[in-house]
């Protein structure tokens, strides 16, 4: 049997990437639940955060892992931000002032920052709104 064409090989890739893949992406978008709502609780004066974990995992040995989303609404001050362990955050969107154990940074849309467990945290927000991802280690 002879070697395909290239005018043949281009036409395959073509049905490939044109025809089936997104066929095949549709019917798994089709088939995907539709996302819920994220519910927000107070966790301290002036921070809210997600009600249930994004994720959580006791899968990596001796840690509990979990992810929240944090929200500071327009002028709040966070004077004691509850965390249980060791925190990576990154700031999602907007810009905040955090103290770490008094040490104290601006973080911009995008930046990260660790918090060591049992640190004494703080937070002022210097936007409308500001969205910031928590994840946080516990030694078990």
Known sequence: MPFP???LYHAT???LINAIVPARLLDAQQQAPPPRPRELKQLAPGI???AAPL???DSVPRYHIEIRDLMLG???HAPDVPLTGFTVMELRSGAVEVSVNGKVTRQEGGGYWLVPRGARVAMRNLAEVSF???VTLTPR
């Open 48 to 50: 809210l955060g997600s």
């Open 74 to 76: 327009p002028k709040q």
């Open 5 to 7: 064409t290239r005018g």
């Open 132 to 134: 910031i991802r928590a």
């Open 13 to 15: 890739v073509y049905l």
């Open 55 to 57: 994720f959580m995992t």
